[in-house]
């Protein structure tokens, strides 16, 4: 198959490539300008080192597992988060590029994990739903040795609060803060944290909460400017999906014409917004606060890295979106 290119505007233009068409693609990680990881259904990692021209593939274990989230620190190392109870819930580590994997952490019984992050200091955060009045996450401070933590927010969780694991965006770090944002309980909750602090502080949110509704993907700015996506799975004309949480306060940003929950969401530099979801991918300029749409496939999830944006989702699709400097 050849790779198709589609200008949508005169800064930006889309590029479908060629991947497995047998694997719904969750999970995606671009650490560097040629150097992308995907992850997905099948127990099936994907390593590119040529920005998608082509793919290597992986199965870290033989098991039908789904790799929702992956986190690549480069082009040989990385780690991959698959969900599910009875132990499903697991995070694998390569150092080698893909070719061996290393089971790092396997989750109890009745443990369900949603979303990994990665520090550039090898800290990492888990987020996985309560269970039974505790929080219940997994932290490691090295990417080698992993525990459950579970008195680690400033209030207890609300009855069935937990994550929504559509695009492994409901835990990130950026700019020092650790973020997560929380779903299914009768508020969906924002979770903040400074690197050195010992707790997160929940925060109320105005998204729509209860089962299936909730925060979906979080991008901390600063300790007091977040920006916020999700909804609600089972009413997809609920608003609002997309805040920004600022000094205290929530706003309301102008939403893409695609209707449904937002899985995932992506801030550049420039303030520029990528959001994608079922329905779709959307791409907000800070400029004019305006939408292009720029896909109506099945698209989970979004990664961007310099100058490039990559855009994944169901039945193999994987495309890489192109700026102009």
């Not at 290393?102 to 996985?128: D, H, K, P, T």
């Not at 490691?140 to 609060?161: H, I, K, M, Q, Y």
């Amino acid at each position: 198959m050849i790779a198709v290119s589609l200008v949508v505007s005169a800064t930006l233009s889309v590029t479908s490539l060629e991947s497995k068409p047998d694997v719904h693609w969750i999970g995606v990680s671009a650490p560097t300008n040629n150097v992308v990881w995907l992850s997905g259904s099948n127990a099936t990692i994907a390593r590119s080192t040529d920005a998608g021209e082509t793919w290597e593939y992986f199965n870290p274990t033989s098991e039908s597992l789904q790799f929702r989230d992956i986190e690549a620190l480069d082009a040989n190392h990385a780690y991959a988060l698959s969900i599910g109870e009875n132990g499903d819930s697991r995070v694998y580590y390569t150092s080698n590029g893909g070719r061996n994997w290393q089971l790092r952490f396997r989750a109890g019984s009745n443990q369900f994990l949603n979303c990994i992050a990665m520090a550039n200091n090898g800290e990492a955060w888990v987020y996985g739903d309560s269970i039974e009045g505790r929080w219940e996450m997994v932290r490691s401070t090295d990417g080698r040795n992993w525990l459950s933590a579970s008195n680690v927010v400033d209030s207890a969780p609300l009855p069935d609060e937990g994550g929504l694991a559509a695009s492994g965006g409901c835990v990130r770090f950026n700019n020092n803060i650790w973020a997560i944002g929380t779903a299914n309980g009768s508020t969906a909750r924002l979770l903040l944290k400074r690197s050195f602090g010992i707790r997160f502080k929940a925060i109320d949110t105005p998204l729509p909460a209860g089962p299936s509704a909730g925060i979906a993907s979080v991008w901390p700015l600063s300790e007091k400017e977040v920006i916020i996506a999700g909804g609600d799975l089972y009413e997809p004309q609920t608003q609002p999906r997309l805040m920004r949480y600022q000094d205290g306060e929530f706003i309301a940003l102008p939403e893409p014409e695609f209707e449904g929950a937002l899985y995932s969401l992506t801030v550049r530099p420039n303030g520029d917004m990528l959001v994608s979801n079922p329905n779709g991918a959307a791409y907000l300029s800070s400029a004019d606060m305006t939408w292009e749409q720029l896909s109506d496939a099945n698209i989970w999830n979004s990664a961007c890295i310099n100058q490039r944006c990559y855009l994944v989702g169901k039945d193999g699709f994987v495309a890489r979106i192109s700026f102009d400097k």
